[in-house]
C-alpha cells in the first residue's frame, strides 16, 4: 500500500531518540508519504537524524509556540490528506490506513486516533474523553464524533485546512488543537475519534514551569471567550478563580506561583497578553 497522497508532519524539541523510534515506524508504516520534521529547538543531533532519513524534510523554526511550529510544518506540505503529531507519538501498522480510509469516505475535516501511554493505557483526557471511550469499548462502533481531537496525532484534508486555515499562533502551549476542532466544525466540518490507536508518551519535552500552566489557563479563557456564550463565560471565570485562589497557597512552588498569576490575571481581565516572551524558552 502507497500513502503517497499523504503528508506526515512531525513537530519535535529536543527529543532525538525519541524523534528516530518516531520516524523508524512513519518510514516503515507509511512508504511513499512526504514526511516533514519541524524541529523548534534541537542541538547538532539534528544533522543524525538528516543523515538517518535522507528522505525526510527537516527544517527548524523559532520556538515560538506549538501552534506555529504545526504551521510551518502544514505551509511546506504539499499532499491532500495531513497528519500532524508529535514526535513522542508510535503509530502501529494500522493506524492510518483505518484513519485514511476512515476520512476518505466520509464528510469528516478531521479524525484522530485514541492515544495510550507505554503501558498501553488509554491516556487520561478528561471526562469527557472517558465517556467517547467508554462508547467505544462497549459498542462495535469504529468512530464517534467529538468536540475537539487531541494534537498529539491529528489527519485532516488539506480542503479543510485550506477553507479554516492553520492553528491558532496566539494560543502559545495548549487549547491550540481544541480551538481547531471548533473553527473546523463552526465551518460545518465534523471530527471523529476513530478506534485505533497511537503510543503517546506524552510531556517529554514539556518543562515544569509555572508559565505553561498560566497559558493553559489564559487559553482556555479565550476559547470562552471566542466559543461560548456570556453565561459560560462569567461561570468559567468565576470556576477558576475559586480554584486559584486555593492553589496559590499551595506549599508546592510551581503551582503556587502559578495560580497567583491566574487568579490576577482572572480578577484583572488581562488575557490577550502570554506570560511567555518571543518563545517558549526559559528566561
Known sequence: MSFDDLSVVV????????????????MRFLPGAEVIVVDSG??????????????????????????????EGLKRSTKGFIIQMNADVYIEEATVPVLLNKLRKSKLGMVGPICKNARGEVQNQGFLYRRYFEI?????????????????C????????????????????????????????????????????????????????????VEGYRGGFLLSRWYKPRLYQRLHKQFVLLEASQKRNSSDSVTRAAFQEIFLMFQQGTFETS??????DAN
Open 42 to 71: 534541537s542541538d547538532a543531533s539534528l544533522e543524525l537524524i538528516r543523515q538517518s532519513f535522507p528522505d525526510v524534510t527537516v527544517f527548524r523554526v523559532r520556538n515560538h509556540s506549538m501552534a506555529n511550529t504545526v504551521n
Open 154 to 213: 491529528m489527519l485532516l484534508k488539506r480542503e479543510a485546512l485550506e477553507q479554516v486555515g492553520a492553528m491558532n499562533s496566539s494560543l502559545r502551549f495548549y487549547n491550540e488543537d481544541m480551538e481547531w476542532c471548533w473553527r473546523l466544525q463552526k465551518a460545518g466540518w465534523q471530527c471523529e475519534l476513530v478506534n485505533t490507536s497511537v503510543t503517546h508518551l506524552g510531556g517529554s519535552s514539556t518543562p515544569r514551569d509555572a508559565r505553561f500552566i
Open 11 to 26: 513537530t519535535h524539541y529536543q527529543t532525538p531518540s525519541i524523534l528516530e523510534k518516531c520516524l523508524e515506524r512513519i
Open 136 to 152: 467505544l469499548r462497549r459498542t462495535p462502533r469504529k468512530s464517534i464524533r467529538v468536540a475537539w481531537l487531541s494534537g498529539a
Open 275 to 280: 506570560p511567555f516572551g518571543e518563545t517558549l
